[in-house]
């Protein structure tokens, strides 16, 4: 695992439009990693966390980070439980 993979991730769903739709219509926070998993990235929930702080990526797009619902104001993620 490593937080340059979260990196990619995050730039990932910040710049492609149909993958982070396709990341946002999956079910359970499972299956999510499973995708997530499957296309080549591998990080842990506390890499992506810090990865998006580091990148000021947790309220890009009206409160989104990496395409999931975020609660900015104490950057905690409920979809990965960060």
């Known amino acids: 695992m490593s937080t340059e993979s979260a990196k990619q991730f995050i730039k990932r769903m910040q710049e492609d439009k149909a993958f982070a739709g396709a990341v946002e219509k999956l079910g359970g926070k499972e299956e ?16 992506l966390t810090e990865t998006a702080s580091e990148m000021n990526a947790l309220d890009v797009v009206g409160g989104k980070c ?3 619902r975020c609660e900015t104001d104490n950057h905690k993620c409920p979809e990965w439980g960060a």
């Open 32 to 47: 999510r990693a499973a995708f997530i998993k499957q296309q080549g990235f591998d990080f842990s929930k506390e890499e």
């Open 66 to 68: 990496c395409g999931i």
